[in-house]
């Protein structure tokens, strides 16, 4: 090359770095949307709620009452409210495990990981979905891959593909989050061979808590012949919670 020719060159190197520079900010940007939006609905420290969980299939429709605590990602616990039948059941989540007390039997039982994406009570949630396994801002890496409208909503829509050795249990979550607030609006979840196993929708936008969130969220599964939605009652955010109910001890109670 010429000096004349590396002249010539040089003003492209600044562009090439900032390319590199945006390519960067942008991901970082992905991961920061994803986190503000589960922040949004799970609280930076905790969360509590009381919630309607209404599950419909081809044959039955059946609704449950339930309450729920969380930690961080690291201590939650679901209580069912009614119907009376089921009232007293619970499920707890201590770092890595998961138990289920059965109050009709009074038998506690350790939820194996192998269960994770197993049916939570016979809904289209799972046990990870109930006690909120995944921390997606650390398990995956986010990037956005277009924009579309949700609802009429703008929303940025991201993939969201496992780091290597996370413990997850989806091989691609493709995540839709509103533009103007940041709130999730919808996710769809896959497998590791690529075949959509579910979707979640997000809708009825409102305060509660102090905050705008979407208080019905609904999972269909892959083809919608049966769905689960969770209506929020009531929602509260990052307000002190007793550590000592996440324990076995009290699960048993």
């Not at 969980?53 to 009452?65: A, E, F, G, L, S």
């Not at 194996?112 to 801002?137: F, H, I, K």
Request: aromatic share 8%; with cysteine; glycine share 4%.
């Amino acid at each position: 090359m010429t000096i004349h020719d590396f002249k010539q060159a040089r003003p492209f190197r600044p562009i090439l770095t900032l390319m590199m520079i945006a390519g960067i900010c942008y991901a970082q940007d992905a991961k920061q949307i994803v986190q503000r939006a589960e922040d949004a609905i799970k609280g930076k420290t905790s969360s509590h709620s009381v919630m309607d969980m209404t599950i419909v299939t081809p044959d039955y429709t059946r609704t449950m009452k339930m309450e729920s605590w969380s930690i961080g990602d690291e201590k939650a616990l679901v209580n069912v409210l009614s119907p009376a039948r089921e009232a007293g059941n619970r499920t707890l989540k201590l770092g890595n495990d998961i138990w289920m007390y059965l109050r009709n039997t009074e038998t506690t039982i350790r939820i194996p990981p192998s269960m994770m994406l197993q049916s939570w009570n016979g809904s289209d949630y799972t046990y990870d979905d109930m006690v909120r396994g995944e921390t997606l801002a650390d398990d995956y890496d986010i990037t956005i891959v277009g924009s579309e409208k949700i609802d009429n909503v703008e929303c940025w829509k991201l993939q969201l593909i496992p780091k290597p050795n996370a413990p997850v249990v989806w091989g691609k979550i493709i995540y839709w989050a509103r533009k103007e607030d940041n709130l999730p609006a919808q996710a769809e979840y896959f497998d590791e061979k690529g075949n959509l196993v579910r979707t979640m929708i997000m809708s009825d936008f409102k305060v509660m808590g102090g905050r705008m969130i979407p208080t019905v969220w609904t999972m269909y599964n892959s083809d919608r012949t049966h769905s689960t939605e969770i209506k929020m009652d009531e929602a509260a955010f990052d307000k002190k919670i007793p550590s000592s109910i996440f324990s076995l001890k009290e699960l048993e109670k």
